[in-house]
């Protein structure tokens, strides 16, 4: 088969208690720059440190960047192709991700643009590329915390399996293996990336 259905992600779990102080979004900005600290988010006040991704990662993230800008350019949208930036999902508690690929359409692309360190709107297009360093329970909160805050569809693009699971707004889910290909629905209409062209490096 190349289309099957997965679990939906769940409800979010009530928040323990902090152990350690939370941190307001201004405090996550004046944080010092470290290059071997590899991606650092905010989530609900606390910081999550992630590793620096493998080789297959970065090769695939890129090759999916690739059929996106190729896509927005010859349609000849004004819309934002961006990796690894940051969007400010929540404010109280501060939650900050970094998705490894982001779409942002014309019509929510800040008037401020690219002169500021975060934008303070959901993407509507997520993606997320495993590494092995990956919990399937940290991809699960990211995919939570980007439909909750608004984004309209997430890849959750699986290299090592050769997989990408699908989430919506409504709380649907599935997974593309084999001959399927990827579609950017109605976010991006008329977009088609096989995965046999994406993983067949």
Avoid at 14 to 26: I, K, P, V
Avoid at 60 to 86: C, F, K
Avoid at 111 to 124: H, K, M
């Amino acid at each position: 088969m190349n289309k099957t259905d997965t679990a939906p992600i769940e409800a979010s779990p009530a928040a323990a208690g902090a152990r350690d102080r939370r941190l307001t979004l201004e405090e996550y900005g004046r944080l010092p720059y470290d290059k071997d600290a590899g991606k650092l988010e905010l989530v609900r006040g606390q910081l999550v440190r992630e590793r620096g991704p493998a080789p297959l990662h970065g090769r695939v993230a890129s090759r999916v960047a690739y059929y996106l800008e190729r896509y927005h350019e010859e349609r000849r949208i004004r819309g934002a192709i961006m990796v690894n930036a940051a969007f400010v999902l929540a404010e109280d508690p501060a939650t900050v991700r970094l998705p490894d690929i982001a779409y942002v359409a014309p019509e929510h692309v800040p008037a401020v643009r690219y002169s500021e360190r975060w934008w303070r709107v959901a993407p509507d297009l997520a993606i997320e590329v495993t590494s092995p360093s990956n919990r399937w329970t940290g991809i699960q909160e990211k995919v939570r915390d980007y439909l909750e805050a608004g984004t309209r569809l997430v890849w959750v693009i699986d290299p090592p399996t050769r997989t990408v699971s699908v989430y919506g707004r409504e709380s649907t889910a599935s997974r593309l293996e084999g001959d399927a290909a990827l579609t950017g629905e109605a976010v991006l209409p008329g977009l088609e990336i096989s995965l046999r062209d994406l993983f067949d490096l």
